[in-house]
């Protein structure tokens, strides 16, 4: 057995009127099992980042399984020689991933999924696709797919706007959208549905998935990740990018070594925004 810690996460839109009742039990046996990481409960889903040795991921999964509305989630997992967080959180929110428009419940209406070998195909055969990146611009800074359409924005709340950037005629085109491990996707994707596009694809599994499938092809650079990793590359292991203390801007090797670079005081970063 990989005696390596077990990251894992994992989501699922699911109607828990129950949510209340559901933080304690969670909370309960994470601890018992040793994790670390953050779990965060909605009325209207779960979504959960975790990390611990293989038997207790192992035994925290069955007790998911034990109840219907969370058995079998999609699972994307790595390893890392180290716990990537510093504690064991489980928290009542409003949204599982914030975006601020209550009537988008991808439960009930979301875009349609495509396979990561698929998605490689239209674009390894140059379709005449618009690929849509989700995330914020301090993600896509460090990685994207190629010829990917960056929106520039700072928060996810940003992106029903942003979209109005998209010039009219793409609204007839197929788009591919992508995020991290497929969540943003799952919201954003009837957000575009709404605003007129017809057909609007989300990629399964994210880019985690598509690693996991297809490895870096059609990938540049790396895949920011929400914990002590900072990023991840296409092999599923940590990368050199670091974040800065101060402003939490992920750095590159060369950002790394410029002069305003000091650790615990300020980078590159710092040093724009007081200008």
């Known amino acids: 057995m990989d005696n390596r810690i077990l990251n894992i996460a994992g989501y699922r839109f699911v109607d828990l009127p129950d949510r209340d009742d559901l933080r304690q039990p969670f909370l309960d046996i994470s601890i018992r099992l040793g994790l670390k990481g953050t779990i965060l409960l909605s009325p209207n889903g779960i979504n959960f980042f975790l990390a611990g040795n293989e038997p207790s991921v192992n035994e925290f999964i069955q007790y998911l399984d034990s109840d219907t509305r969370f058995s079998e989630i999609p699972i ?162 940590e990368t050199e990018i670091q974040m800065c203390f101060k402003c939490r801007e992920p750095l590159s090797v060369d950002e790394q070594r410029s002069e305003y670079y000091v650790i615990g005081e300020h980078c590159p970063y710092c040093v724009n925004f007081q200008n």
């Open 76 to 237: 994307k997992s790595s390893r890392t020689d180290y716990q990537p967080f510093r504690r064991m959180l489980v928290k009542k929110k409003k949204e599982i991933i914030s975006l601020g428009i209550s009537e988008i419940r991808p439960s009930e209406f979301t875009g349609p999924y495509i396979k990561p070998i698929e998605f490689k195909r239209l674009m390894d055969q140059g379709e005449d696709i618009l690929v849509l990146d989700t995330r914020n611009d301090y993600e896509t800074r460090i990685g994207s797919f190629e010829g990917a359409l960056d929106l520039g924005i700072s928060s996810f709340r940003d992106f029903p706007n942003a979209i109005d950037s998209i010039p009219e005629e793409y609204k007839s085109k197929t788009v591919v959208m992508y995020c991290t491990g497929g969540i943003r996707c799952e919201k954003a994707s009837a957000v575009m549905l709404n605003a007129g596009f017809e057909e609007v694809k989300q990629l399964e599994g994210g880019i985690l998935g598509y690693f996991e499938e297809c490895g870096g092809s059609n990938w540049n650079g790396d895949c920011f990740v929400f914990d002590q990793r900072v990023a991840i590359g296409p092999e599923m292991y």
